[in-house]
Each structure stands twice: as structure tokens, then as C-alpha cells.
């Protein structure tokens, strides 16, 4: 019963930090940097996460190193191309009131004109050119406009492949959040402790950066604040969505139930590598700035996901795996 009061309170704080995030745009105005070394802290947390709890907890449930490695895999692959299909995580707040004007003049002419937006051409020391849709989208100190104009921006309802793309990203967070605390409860003395608490922090400070994603190119779509806000409800219950799912699914299962949780926290693991490898982390390489800085933060996160495996109940990664020999000799 802990396990499912446990997972259904992760969900309900990680869906309200998700619509936290949604917010973001209309209410404050991250410079560059804030946001570079958000998303290096993040990247390190869901790395560490990924590494130092995920893969172990699921070696234990599998018994084989064979299974857990495929099920990472297949977990990285399909996050990949969930990335290249869907182009999530278009991560730069909007000003409402000049995206509006920007988008129409685009719409219309398919250019911007720079005497009305000399901060398209002003840029900082370290330009540089990528994003995830093979389109020019270059990166400024402040987000003062849409994103930088990026094609994902241009058209009123681009925010529609963002958030299907994003909203199954979060399923499979529900599925992983219930699939760690599932795993965590089946140690002796874990009721009433914080069970798969480095997976639900992973996903809670990541979910409000994809919430504010989906919000951004709204806003520069020109939608109002109550379709914002409706499709952030919706986006935000999709945690609790996933996580339904798992609890479902896992009783269909019987005693095979420990594999199940073993190959959900395996693909979960190759999820979490993904998301930081190829989408948060990449976005930070491209800058020559605050180097330091952003290294650090990326380091705190992998920190704090190492401690928080002393605070796992009675947890053992370590498989004892007997040598060959032994395993005669007691035949």
C-alpha cells in the first residue's frame, strides 16, 4: 500500500512542478545563462540517476546483465528517435508581447524584419547555429522573443508534435517513477521511507523545462492563456497516466513480476541516458562561456545523485555472483 501512496504523491508534485514550468513564460524571463546551467544541473542529475541507480536496481531484478544491457538499449534507441521525431525540448522562455507580432510577420513574408528586431542580429560572442529540426536557431544572453525564431516557432500549432512528442516522454517517466519505487519496496524495513526518491527528483526538476517547451512556442503561436493553461493540465497529468499504466500492467504478470520491474528499470536507464546525452548536454557544449560554471553544475548533479543512493533502504546493487568453480563443487 506505501508504494502506491508513495508513487501517486511523486506524480501529484511532479505534475504541479510540470504546470509551475508551464508558467514560466508569461511570468519571468531567464537570461541564457540561468538557463545553460539549469539544464547542465539537470543533465547531471538524470545521468547520475540513470547510472548509479536505475542500471543497478535492474540487474537485481533480472539476473542477467545480458537483459538489463538490452532493455538499456533499447530504452536509449527509443528515446533517440522520439527526440528526432518529435524535436522535444525546445528549451527558451517567450516574451508574450513581442512573440505575437514576430510570428505573424513571419507567417507572412517568411522573414523578420531586422530593423524591428535588432536582437535577432545582435548576437552574443559565441554564436552558434544548431537545433534539433536541421533550421539556423541561434542562442542570445536573454530569450527577449520567440525562441530565436526557430521553424518549430512559426507555425500556431507546432506545440502540437512538441507535446505529443513530450507527452510520451512523460508516460515513460510515470512508468520509470513506479518501476523504482516498486523496485526500492521490495527490500525488508522500506515502509514509510522515500522510495525511488533520485528517479522522482530526476523527473521532477526536469518535467517543468518540458512544460515550459510546450507553453513557449504556444505563446508564440499566439494561443490564449486558457488553451495554455488546458494543455498544460493535460500534459501535467501524464506522469500519473504512466504510472497508472505500470501498476496495471505489472499484475498481469504474477511472479514474473521482478523481471518486468527489472527490464522496465533497464529501459528506463537507457531513457534517462538519452535525454541527458543527446538532448540536455549538447545544448550546452556549443557554448565557449561560463565553461566553469556550467561543468560545476553539471558535477552537483552527478553529486547529488550519488548521495542520494545512502538514503535507499537497505538497498544491495551488488549482485554475489560464484565463481564457476564454486558452483561445481557444491554440486
Known sequence: MWPLILVFTYCLLVALASLFGGTLPSRMRLT??????????????????????????????????DMTVGATLLGLLT??????????????????????????????????????????????????????????????????VDGQLCDTH???????????????????????????????????????????????????????????????????GGWSSRAQTLVNLLFASMCLLGAAAFF?????????????????????AGVFLCISLADILPEIQFHTHDRIKLTSALLLGVLLAYLITFLEPGCQHDLIIQPASASVDQQ
Open 248 to 268: 496495471y500492467g505489472l499484475r498481469q504478470f504474477g511472479e514474473q513480476q521482478d523481471l518486468v520491474v527489472g527490464v522496465a528499470l533497464g529501459f528506463a
Open 32 to 65: 541564457h545563462t540561468e538557463m545553460q546551467t539549469i539544464m547542465s544541473f539537470v543533465g547531471g542529475l538524470v545521468l547520475g540517476v540513470g547510472l548509479l541507480h536505475m542500471i543497478p536496481h535492474s540487474v537485481v531484478g533480472t539476473r542477467s546483465i
Open 79 to 144: 528515446m533517440f528517435v522520439l527526440i528526432r521525431i518529435f524535436q522535444v525540448h525546445q528549451h527558451a522562455p517567450v516574451d508574450r508581447s513581442t512573440a505575437k507580432s514576430i510570428v505573424s510577420q513571419s507567417l507572412g513574408s517568411g522573414h523578420v524584419d531586422p530593423a524591428n528586431h535588432p536582437a535577432d542580429h545582435h548576437r552574443h560572442a559565441d554564436q552558434h547555429s544548431h537545433d534539433h529540426s536541421h533550421v539556423s536557431c541561434t542562442h542570445t544572453p536573454e530569450y527577449p
Open 154 to 220: 512559426r507555425h500556431a500549432y507546432s506545440w502540437i508534435g512538441l507535446g505529443a512528442g513530450l507527452a510520451l516522454h512523460t508516460i515513460i517517466d510515470g512508468m520509470a517513477l513506479a518501476a523504482s519505487v516498486v523496485a526500492a519496496s521490495q527490500n525488508e524495513g522500506s515502509d514509510w521511507q522515500l522510495l525511488g526518491v533520485g528517479t522522482f527528483l530526476a523527473v521532477l526538476l526536469h518535467k517543468p523545462l518540458d512544460a515550459m517547451s510546450i507553453t513557449s512556442v504556444m505563446v508564440a
